[in-house]
């Protein structure tokens, strides 16, 4: 449960550090995408040793992703020219965006596993994968 919260958790603040950098301070905003992203590492850590295979490996594709993303964001942080700062900023976006679907999988899998559903949903998809860098606004 802690591995689908902080997940979350960091999905949700690195729109949020966004956001707030394309209106200018964005301190307070940096400060939890690194508070949450320390959470989500150590959760996934602790979830390695008593989570299902099935679980880590479609979660393994969120955090590909949310890696992604992070490196994308951090570089955009940097960027001194507005307008491709507004670019990248754009390109995380919308990669955070489609983490939720696949956020989605993986908390249908863990209910599944822990008895609070009695199958998967239609649209589960164990193959959902890990983002092409060459797409999602490389």
Known sequence: MQLNAHD???RDAMPAYAYALTSGS???EAAEVRSARRAQRDTRA???LVASDAVLQIESHVNARLTVAYRRLMGAAGQSDSSARQAQ???VIALLD???AQQGHVRALMRLEVGAAQ???DWYNPEIGPP???QAGS
């Open 26 to 28: 964005a301190d307070a």
């Open 8 to 10: 979350r958790r960091y």
């Open 132 to 134: 092409d860098p060459h």
């Open 46 to 48: 602790e979830a390695q």
């Open 89 to 91: 900023l754009s390109r």
């Open 98 to 100: 489609s983490v939720i």
């Open 119 to 121: 199958e998967l949903p």
